[in-house]
């Protein structure tokens, strides 16, 4: 974990961090900075811990550090649970004492107050646009069977007879003058009708991704912040 000492940043930028105990298990989110009135260095971080009730514990800036999402204290979580209890906006010098006793600091000579009473963090709202998939309709493929009528022509063949007559001039002595027949078969062609299925085509669907650009429009509130006064 990337660690900076806190003295190298704004601490009243952080506040809403997490906030690790020493062996990085998470206490809770900082919610206010202690500053010493004269010097106006940082000595207390107060930490809204949310699973300890309402309780309010501070931890001392010496030993934190800075990490990459948040701060590390140099206590563990129980320590930290366990310290007295101050719910005032201003650390007397009675409440410093027992705090630096309670964490093993040396005592100091004066007391130390909130940042809340004498400065303001200003905030604005920032957006950011996700993308999520939603049903846009569907595309179907149906088959159905219609009829239609077909002709074709047929070229059929019948056989058909005809009388033929060749002439004779020849005796044909004693002739015995009886009945007789003679039959030819006839044939004709008639026309056989077979269907069978033929695969003509093959239609699938496919998708495609088509990218178009849409325009979201919002408001942002950005809080400003006036100087009044003496003040430069």
Known sequence: MQQQELNQVRLDEMRGAPVYDNAGEKIGKVEEIFYDHESRRPEWIGIGTGFFG??????????????????????????????????????????????????????PQRSVSSDADQAMTRSEEEIEVGKRDVDAGSARLRKWVETEPVELDVELHREVAHV?????????????????????????????????????????????????????????????????????
């Open 164 to 232: 033929t007559r060749e002439p004779l001039n020849r005796p044909v002595g004693d002739h015995d003058f009886t009945e007789e027949e003679v039959e030819v078969p006839l044939h004709q062609e008639k026309p056989i009708v077979k269907k069978q299925a033929v695969a003509k085509e093959r239609i699938g669907l496919e998708k495609d991704v088509e990218t178009e650009t849409q325009t979201v429009r919002d408001e942002l509130r950005k809080e400003r912040v006036d100087v009044e006064g003496d003040a430069k």
């Open 54 to 107: 309402t309780k309010r514990v501070l931890v001392p800036v010496e030993g934190a550090q800075l990490a990459e999402d948040g701060l590390r204290v140099a206590f563990s979580k129980d320590h930290v649970k366990d310290s007295p209890d101050i719910d005032e906006d201003e650390i007397s010098q009675e409440c410093e004492s027992e705090l630096t006793q309670y964490y093993g600091l040396a005592q």
